[in-house]
DNA sequence: GAGCACTGC
């Protein structure tokens, strides 16, 4: 989309795309290869984080937690590793690992690096995300990952420590298994404000870790001023201060550096009036955009899908022609792969693209020649109720942070336009500054396996950069308690504990397939587990979902969705793992790729657990079984006379119904139990399988006593 | 006969 490119003011294409976004490339010619390294070290040295480069450098040497604030484009991602490199802190023997929240993040990020420095990805410069380690344990100085990646490697060496790893090399270099074991100098966590839930995670232990590492740097890069939290988080202490001021080395406060953006000018625009419906002022905004202003393309902040297709359906009645000349375009995560790629097609002469998005391209991904940017002022967030143990997606105003994020997106290749929505009275007054921290939105029972398994067991004391709601973290002691993962002194059961815990999936998910090792049937458990962790496998269009319900017919299983699935994969085993089979039977090969790397990674995990992988051919009764014994919390029995289908679930008596697109669905069967709950109007049960109730006091007798069951069964 | 913001191991 160079089209918009003013002469003069070119940059180079890659150094503005590492701040979290990732950059699409629609041409060949993207890549610099080609040009000399003079040419690669004449562009850092124009990134503004350049001017900070010794600042910096000082900073990390004499403080042990160094918070920088860089807006987009500064180059901090890309720089400062190089920086310390050069510096010496991947000298003997050490590392320097670079945390990223995003797969392909770490990906563009590494690469980009690697080129600058002149070496080959994977040797001095490499990566680690899920099923892809490009990094070599002998050369690897600077290493790029996703901080759920490093998560996992602490729950290996808790420490990240150097005697750790001695003591471990070993032993394990007799196993043969040295690669997974490195010694970080200095960890930048990269993308800090946005405050996922592994960043969360993460923050809290490296802090932990730092009192028993002093010499372990941290750099916590953050683009809001949300960093100020951030150093107090750092430099507040639950042990005794006068220990530290003793003691040689960095210094125990953080430091905190601004380093500048490299953003163009963006104009912000509010309504006068609130408005009343955002879908039906983003459209005439829209056009009257199109009207005024010059060339450039327009990126529209809505909701969901609903809001998207509803806007889409306005611009194409508008029945005053004045939409001639706009190229409109959906984008959300849901949109199969082939439709998504079209946002990045160039936008044609004399032409205007109009892409009507979801918050994916507020920080997952970039578009290049967005001039204009139209911001509803509302989000789908995520809510956790611990007290009903169920996540809802609700419409909720964002922070402004994130009003300003979006707004940023519109100054990435000249001046640009920012209008929202809603008024500058609200936005000033009302709006919050900064967003609710995930951990504060999630059910954690995943959360705290994590913590327990790297020995922390005072879950309600830990030291969290936002702690999670007391409520929140009871509920999942509760069902871990229930799942026999920790005992009555909150502890790692062991070896069930310890094992699921190794499994990194939902404990509910892994506790399934530890459980069908007993019952013979792990292959199909693990089949299950990776195909529940995907979105869907199911390819759907609009106009096409008739022909995909009967496609779902042709596998659709007495016993359920999870039966389906296991048809499914099959039908994909039997066709060779056909692409043009996938396509016939509306089947997201994609999904289907990825449902085979999680079994394979799953199927490695599970022998070195000792579990034998094992088929049940056609015995689904053990699946069912095994799917009972994770998920007995999840029962639902139909009610009595019920001429809608509505169930109860056990345990909370809340009032549920098996989801349209379940293959259960009108089936209505007495006792099923589901795999997650979808809230709208009605709560919907996802993902359905029929039960015996005899088997869930099997399952957890603790949980559910025959004396409670009975009564029922006979109502 | 209805719907799923976004990540990650």
């Excluded at 041409?27 to 600042?55: C, M, W």
């Excluded at 809001?307 to 005053?320: G, K, T, V």
């Excluded at 789908?380 to 994130?402: C, G, H, W």
Aim: proline share 4%; hydrophobic share 40%.
């Amino acid at each position: 989309m160079s089209t918009f490119w003013k002469p003069g003011t070119e940059k180079p294409r890659f150094v503005e795309d590492e701040e979290g976004g990732v950059l699409f490339y629609t041409s060949a010619s993207s890549s610099s290869s080609g040009h000399g390294y003079a040419s690669v070290e004449r562009q850092r040295q124009r990134l503004p984080v350049y001017k900070n480069r010794t600042a910096i450098l000082y900073l990390v040497e004499t403080h042990a937690t160094t918070i920088v604030v860089g807006e987009t484009g500064s180059g901090k991602t890309t720089q400062i590793p190089q920086f310390l490199k050069e510096a010496g802190w991947a000298d003997s023997g050490r590392m320097i690992a670079c945390t990223q929240p995003r797969r392909l993040a770490v990906q563009s990020v590494a690469s980009r690096v690697a080129e600058e420095m002149g070496v080959k990805l994977g040797e001095e410069v490499g990566y680690t995300i899920r099923f892809e380690d490009i990094t070599d344990a002998e050369l690897t100085r600077v290493k790029f990952l996703t901080d759920g990646v490093l998560l996992r490697e602490m729950m290996d060496d808790p420490l990240l420590s150097k005697y750790r790893i001695e003591w471990h090399l070993l032993v394990f270099t007799l196993l043969g298994l040295i690669h997974c074991f490195w010694v970080p100098s200095v960890i930048m966590v990269d993308e800090a404000h946005e405050r996922s839930l592994s960043t969360d995670i993460l923050l809290g232990l490296l802090k932990k870790i730092q009192r028993r590492r002093p010499e372990l740097r941290l750099i916590i890069s953050s683009a809001t001023i949300e960093a100020k939290s951030m150093a107090a988080f750092f430099n507040s202490s639950r042990r005794l201060q006068g220990r530290d001021v003793e003691g040689q080395g960095p210094k125990k406060e953080s430091a905190i550096l601004s380093v500048e953006g490299r953003g163009f000018n963006v104009q912000t625009f509010y309504v006068e009036e609130p408005v009343s419906d955002y879908i039906r002022a983003a459209v005439s905004t829209i056009l009257s955009i199109h009207d005024k202003e010059p060339m450039g393309d327009i990126l529209v902040f809505l909701t969901g899908k609903d809001d998207i297709d509803a806007a889409m359906q306005l611009l194409a009645e508008d029945s005053h022609h004045r939409n001639q000349g706009l190229i409109v375009l959906p984008l959300y995560s849901g949109l199969p792969r082939a439709d998504q790629d079209l946002v990045f097609s160039p936008t044609p002469r004399g032409k205007r693209k109009v892409i009507i998005s979801t918050n994916i391209a507020e920080t997952s991904l970039t578009l290049e020649g967005v001039v204009y940017v139209v911001d509803c002022g509302f989000s789908k967030q995520r809510f956790y109720n611990p007290i009903t143990d169920i996540e809802n997606l609700v419409v909720a105003p964002i922070s402004m942070d994130s009003a300003r994020q979006r707004a940023g997106r519109a100054g990435r290749v000249r001046p640009g336009k920012c209008y929202r929505l809603y008024t500058e009275e609200y936005y000033v007054n009302e709006m919050s500054s900064d967003g609710v921290p995930e951990i504060q939105r999630s059910n954690l029972v995943s959360c705290v396996i994590q913590l327990k398994a790297l020995g922390i067991d005072n879950i309600l004391g830990f030291d969290w950069p936002s702690s999670p709601s007391p409520e929140a973290l009871i509920r999942a002691l509760e069902v871990l308690y229930s799942l026999g993962v920790i005992d009555d002194d909150a502890k790692l059961t062991s070896p069930t504990g310890f094992q699921i815990a190794e499994i990194p999936l939902d404990p509910m998910v892994s506790k399934m397939i530890l459980a069908s090792n007993d019952l013979g049937c792990s292959e199909e458990a693990i089949t299950i587990a990776a195909v529940l962790s995907l979105q869907s496998i199911w390819y759907s269009t609009r106009g096409s979902e008739k022909e995909l319900d009967e496609a779902k017919l042709r596998f659709a299983a007495a016993e359920g969705d999870h039966v389906t699935f296991l048809n499914v994969y099959r039908g994909y085993v039997e066709s060779n793992k056909s692409s043009s089979w996938c396509h016939r039977n509306h089947i997201n090969y994609h999904a289907m790729k990825k449902v085979d790397d999680v079994r394979k990674q799953l199927r490695r995990i599970a022998q070195r657990l000792g579990i034998s992988l094992k088929s049940c051919d056609h015995d689904m009764q053990a699946v069912r079984k095994a799917v009972t014994a994770g998920f007995f919390s999840n029962a639902c029995r139909i009610e009595a006379f019920s001429h809608n289908g509505a169930y109860k679930t056990i345990r909370g008596s809340q009032e549920v119904y098996i989801h349209p697109s379940s293959v259960l669905f009108r089936v209505n069967p007495k006792w099923v139990i589901y795999h997650s709950i979808v809230s709208t109007e009605r709560q919907y049960m996802r993902n359905v399988i029929t039960i015996e109730p005899s088997w869930l006091p099997e399952a957890a007798p603790h949980f559910y006593h025959r004396q409670q069951l009975d009564p029922r069964l006979h109502s």
